[in-house]
């Protein structure tokens, strides 16, 4: 275990990602010089950790929402992830759904469909910011599997970012080569081969409650206001 870890809790987190997240910013600045940061948290845990590198980097934070596929008959099982406008990551679990294509459509609609909600929540019915020629900085609390970090990433390269950086906390030594096929940069301050959950890591944990996260992102948007940035 990384002698950062275990984290006081996801603001923690975020601190102490911001400095490299930020180096890593302005290494890919001198490939794009003219390319702006943006922040994507995945809700609601990544809010929270997302926060302090859009305030270093004195950017936009953005949310985007992906949502784990799981099999009708084992909830608990993820067999893909799925974001709100669609795009699909499938695990290797989905293997045995691939003779029953109307339950996994099923599945995937049941989770794009929460993911929609949940993307109109916290966007409050505003506009996204266009990731087209920015670099995209995607934040989580942690990655276990990677499905839905990926399916978010993968949502953004649709949208022709300069770069997308994949950022968290933590994640297995595992899923590390996966998560290369779909980010520039992976920024993590632990990528431990012993790995039972993402909330170990941390010394709180708690669920992050839909108002706190909104509040979270109002307080970040009318601070860029103030600050003439936004």
């Not at 890919?28 to 980097?57: E, H, K, M």
């Not at 084992?74 to 992830?81: C, D, F, R, T």
């Not at 029953?100 to 469909?113: E, M, P």
Request: charged share 20%; hydrophobic share 45%.
């Amino acid at each position: 275990m990384s002698n950062l870890l275990p984290l006081h809790d996801r603001q923690d987190a975020g601190q102490q990602l911001a400095p490299l997240v930020a180096a890593e910013v302005s290494l890919l600045r001198f490939r794009y010089p003219n390319a702006q940061p943006l922040v994507y948290a995945l809700p609601r845990g990544g809010i929270p950790v997302a926060a302090p590198i859009a305030q270093s980097l004195r950017c936009p934070l953005d949310v985007l929402v992906a949502k784990k596929v799981t099999r009708p008959d084992n909830p608990e099982l993820a067999i893909g992830a799925v974001t709100a406008d669609g795009q699909v990551m499938r695990s290797r679990h989905a293997g045995m759904m691939e003779t029953r294509t109307s339950l996994w459509r099923s599945a995937v609609q049941t989770a794009q469909a929460s993911a929609r909600i949940q993307q109109d929540l916290f966007s409050g019915g505003m506009k996204p910011n266009d990731p087209r020629g920015a670099i995209a900085i995607l934040v989580d609390d942690g990655i276990a599997t990677g499905l839905t970090m990926a399916a978010a990433a993968r949502a953004l390269q649709a949208k022709h970012p300069a770069a997308v950086i994949i950022c968290a906390p933590v994640a297995p030594s595992r899923v590390v080569p996966f998560l290369k096929h779909w980010g520039d940069r992976i920024v993590l301050l632990a990528a431990p081969r012993s790995f039972l959950s993402v909330s170990r890591f941390y010394v709180e944990f708690p669920q992050v409650e839909t108002e706190e996260a909104l509040d979270i992102l109002k307080r970040h948007h009318q601070t860029l206001q103030e600050s003439g940035l936004r």
